[in-house]
């Protein structure tokens, strides 16, 4: 139902989208979800996501919130019930491996040390105390870094402006800055994705994807 209700959002508003991963994986094989999939994906390039933060604006069928980092598209109905679809945007890579490895370091920098309150994840449980202890001073000293470099601004906001590929050279390679860490690893062909979209059939209804969309699982996976 979120996903046909984003999808009617798009279209009024001329926007191009593409069902991702999972959800593109189980509608290429049978026209509908992995059966032990528990989520729906959806992707935009940064350009459409723009097109989506401007029709939001007088458009209330869909709200885009923001769950550490990452979008999520639901229905004003389904406010409580947690019933969402994950948004990933695509940004090109800038070809500059520093660039690319500034940006990295710019949007973990923001999650570890202001979304986590300053706390460092994943601690061994038999580490040193002493260890432990300057972790934690270091980690709270990131924090308050963290508050002075942001310095009021909307977290979001600046992640968002931080990773966009603004004045640099495209390396003509996809990732995902906006959502989880992990996903900055997964990388695919700007080119093979730019070829276009087409209407599939997904559980009685079309949806749109990319044209290419085999070579982007193939990509992804």
Same mark, same amino acid.
């Given at each position: 139902?979120?996903?046909?209700?984003? !999808?009617?959002?798009?279209?009024?508003?001329?926007?191009?989208?593409?069902?991702?991963?999972?959800?593109?994986?189980?509608?290429?094989?049978?026209?509908?979800?992995?059966?032990?999939? !528990?989520?729906?994906?959806?992707?935009?390039?940064?350009?459409?996501?723009?097109?989506?933060?401007?029709?939001?604006?007088? !458009?209330?069928?869909?709200?885009?919130?923001?769950?550490?980092?990452?979008?999520?598209?639901?229905?004003?109905?389904?406010?409580?019930?947690?019933?969402?679809?994950?948004?990933?945007?695509?940004?090109?890579?800038?070809?500059?491996?520093?660039?690319?490895?500034?940006?990295?370091?710019?949007?973990?920098?923001?999650?570890?040390?202001?979304?986590?309150?300053?706390?460092?994840?994943?601690?061994?449980?038999?580490?040193?105390?002493?260890?432990?202890?300057?972790?934690?001073?270091?980690?709270?000293?990131? /924090?308050?870094?963290?508050?002075?470099?942001?310095?009021?601004? !909307?977290?979001?906001?600046?992640?968002?402006?931080?990773?966009?590929?603004?004045?640099?050279?495209?390396?003509?390679?996809?990732?995902?800055?906006?959502?989880?860490?992990?996903?900055?690893?997964?990388?695919?062909?700007? /080119?093979?994705?730019?070829?276009?979209?087409?209407?599939?059939?997904?559980?009685?209804?079309?949806?749109?994807?990319?044209?290419?969309?085999?070579?982007?699982?193939?990509?992804?996976?």
């Amino acid at each position: 139902e979120v996903i046909l209700a984003f !999808d009617t959002f798009c279209r009024k508003h001329n926007i191009k989208y593409s069902i991702a991963d999972g959800t593109l994986l189980g509608a290429l094989r049978h026209g509908d979800f992995v059966p032990w999939d !528990d989520d729906a994906d959806v992707m935009v390039t940064r350009e459409e996501y723009n097109k989506i933060r401007e029709a939001i604006k007088t !458009d209330d069928s869909i709200h885009l919130v923001k769950l550490r980092f990452l979008d999520r598209i639901i229905l004003p109905k389904y406010e409580e019930e947690g019933y969402y679809i994950d948004l990933f945007i695509n940004d090109e890579m800038p070809q500059s491996k520093f660039q690319f490895k500034k940006k990295k370091l710019v949007t973990h920098f923001l999650r570890c040390y202001f979304a986590n309150g300053g706390k460092l994840n994943h601690r061994r449980v038999n580490e040193n105390i002493v260890v432990r202890a300057a972790k934690n001073s270091l980690g709270y000293l990131m /924090k308050m870094f963290a508050k002075i470099y942001i310095c009021g601004r !909307d977290v979001f906001e600046l992640n968002d402006e931080k990773v966009k590929l603004g004045s640099n050279k495209g390396s003509g390679i996809y990732t995902r800055f906006t959502s989880r860490m992990y996903e900055t690893n997964r990388r695919f062909n700007k /080119k093979s994705y730019d070829e276009g979209y087409e209407d599939i059939p997904f559980r009685g209804a079309r949806v749109m994807a990319i044209k290419n969309a085999a070579t982007f699982l193939n990509e992804m996976y």
